[in-house]
């Protein structure tokens, strides 16, 4: 039976005019169709109930009680990277709030315990267990300083700073990123920025179980973390991963109040730069950006990291076909690469093939997610061509 929450929620769908605008680009915004496809799961899977407007039809029978969840629907469900894009073209268009439909479709899975994909229930038992959907124990968080050369304030142990870096699972327990907390952290000393991290007490920022439909669990780590937070008397929680920024800045004060500024550190290095705190010497690259989906769609930030990487002297920017607002997903996002991570590199071979066509050499992001699905999708196309994030670059670019 619909819960009164679910009903008022998936009463959104309704609005739904099955019109294709989230199909695909409207070539008034793009220059050619090889890359005007929009939406990752119904390009690959070339079935209606994979579009946008196929879940919001979903969703409405799935209010009506005209059919029960089946296998197809929750594949169709969790194969979403929940890049915003058909929200923010309806937004534009029809009006359409898809996302919030999609959040409560995949609420209503874990609710029936009919979903998620095996592997991200696996994920999930992880994140209750070890605090990290990857089940690494907590002591291994911050593996990657004892690499750094500098001392670092521990907050959880009683040192002082005015500023917190949240680094994130996905930075801190990857042995392919975890080169870019340790830019991060060399950026923020050159910058001057005191600054200090939380150790092993740093937790989950509670994306993955708000991703996956499991409300209560996000809930309940957010207020952990808030009262962690607020506890630290800090002044900005710097972030890195996109999808932990906005998580805490979007979603946090459902929950509760932050006393601290939350700053994305493409944001941190914009003031940095304009205060000249950090210049850089020659680096001649021609590069083309890529938008990740929550710093980009849900959060608003498309040119600030733009400037950062055009600060950067002999830097050349040119942008693919689909960028900011339309930028093409990774493939990752949404814990799709939990549960299907052959169709993410699928979708990432798609954007490196995108930025390939751009005539540019490096393909330049700031999220690890982004970074490592494009790696593989590097890989899996034998591409010849560089993948690089924003903070190892603009540390390998420092003057002196």
């Avoid at 040119?318 to 949404?334: I, K, L, S, T, Y």
């Avoid at 993410?344 to 982004?370: K, N, Q, Y």
Wanted: contains cysteine.
């Amino acid at each position: 039976m619909p819960t009164t929450e679910e009903k008022k929620i998936f009463e959104n769908a309704l609005d739904c005019v099955r019109c294709g605008s989230c199909h695909v680009i409207y070539s008034t915004r793009i220059k050619s169709m090889r890359f005007g496809k929009q939406c990752p799961p119904g390009t690959f899977n070339l079935i209606e109930s994979f579009y946008p407007d196929g879940l919001m039809y979903l969703a409405v029978g799935l209010s009506r009680e005209q059919f029960p969840y089946s296998p197809r629907g929750i594949d169709a469900v969790y194969s979403c990277t929940l890049c915003r894009y058909c929200h923010s073209i309806c937004e534009e268009y029809v009006e359409t709030q898809t996302m919030p439909v999609i959040e409560e479709l995949r609420n209503k899975a874990v609710r029936e315990g009919v979903g998620p994909l095996p592997e991200q229930k696996k994920a999930i038992e992880n994140l209750k267990a070890t605090g990290s959907i990857y089940g690494y124990p907590r002591e291994k968080r911050f593996a990657w300083l004892k690499k750094y050369q500098d001392k670092v304030k521990d907050l959880s142990r009683g040192d002082k700073a005015s500023a917190l870096f949240f680094t994130g699972a996905n930075y801190a327990f990857s042995s392919s990123t975890e080169d870019i907390p340790l830019a991060v952290a060399a950026l923020l000393d050159r910058g001057g920025i005191d600054w200090g991290v939380l150790g092993d007490a740093e937790n989950c920022s509670g994306y993955p179980a708000l991703a996956l439909g499991y409300l209560d669990m996000f809930r309940e780590l957010a207020k952990i973390n808030i009262d962690a937070f607020n506890k630290l008397g800090v002044k900005q929680i710097i972030v890195a991963c996109p999808e932990d920024y906005a998580t805490i800045k979007l979603r946090y004060p459902e929950i509760g109040s932050l006393n601290a500024e939350i700053i994305h550190i493409t944001e941190l290095y914009h003031q940095l730069i304009r205060d000249k705190k950090i210049t850089f010497k020659q680096n001649k690259l021609k590069a083309t950006y890529h938008d990740p989906c929550y710093l980009g769609r849900y959060c608003g930030l498309y040119e600030k990291p733009r400037q950062v990487l055009q600060a950067i002297p002999g830097v050349e920017l040119v942008e693919m076909e689909r960028n900011r607002m339309d930028a093409w997903c990774c493939g990752a996002g949404g814990a799709v690469k939990i549960g299907k991570p052959d169709y993410a590199v699928a979708i990432g071979r798609d954007r490196v093939e995108e930025a390939v066509s751009s005539g540019a050499a490096v393909l330049v992001t700031a999220c690890p997610l982004c970074f490592e699905n494009f790696t593989e999708a590097k890989q899996a196309g034998k591409f010849n061509f560089e993948i690089k994030d924003l903070s190892v670059l603009l540390l390998d670019s420092l003057a002196g």
